[in-house]
Nanobody
Framework: QVQLVESGGGLVQAGGSLRLSCAAS????????MGWFRQAPGKEREFVAA????????YYADSVKGRFTISRDNTKNTVYLQMNSAKPEDTAVYYC?????????????????WGQGTQVTVSS
C-alpha cells in the first residue's frame, strides 16, 4: 500500500506561482512513477504532469507545458509540482497519484494509488 498526501494548494493571482507537494509513504514508493492530475467542477479528471521513478523522464499536458515543472526527491519520498504563470483555467482540485509502470501514463485509470487532493484557485 502507498499513502499520498498533497499540500501547498491555495489562492493565487493570475500570473503568480504556487508549489504543490505530495508526500508518499509505504513500501518502495521511490520505485513508482508519479503523476499530477486535476479536476475542475463539472469536468473530468485530467492529466497535468508525470515523472518516472528515477526522475529522468517528465511528461506534461500541452496546457501546462512551459509553465509547470514536476520534480521528485526520492530521499524525502516527495513529488513537487511548481506552477508558474498561473491562469484562471488552472483552478481545480489537484491530485497526485502513484503508478508502478516504468513509463508513467497520462491516463488516470492506470494509477494505483491517489491522494485526497488539494484545492488550487487562480483569481483573475
Amino acid at each position: 500500500q502507498v499513502q499520498l498526501v498533497e499540500s501547498g494548494g491555495g489562492l493565487v493571482q493570475a500570473g503568480g506561482s504556487l508549489r504543490l507537494s505530495c508526500a508518499a509513504s509505504g513500501r518502495a514508493v521511490s520505485l513508482y512513477s508519479m503523476g499530477w492530475f486535476r479536476q475542475a467542477p463539472g469536468k473530468e479528471r485530467e492529466f497535468v504532469a508525470a515523472i518516472s521513478w528515477s526522475g529522468g523522464g517528465t511528461y506534461y499536458a500541452d496546457s501546462v507545458k512551459g509553465r509547470f515543472t514536476i520534480s521528485r526527491d526520492n530521499t524525502k519520498n516527495t513529488v513537487y509540482l511548481q506552477m508558474n504563470s498561473a491562469k484562471p483555467e488552472d483552478t481545480a482540485v489537484y491530485y497526485c497519484a502513484a503508478d508502478l509502470r516504468t513509463i508513467p501514463s497520462p491516463s488516470p485509470r492506470n494509477y494505483d494509488f491517489w491522494g485526497q487532493g488539494t484545492q488550487v484557485t487562480v483569481s483573475s
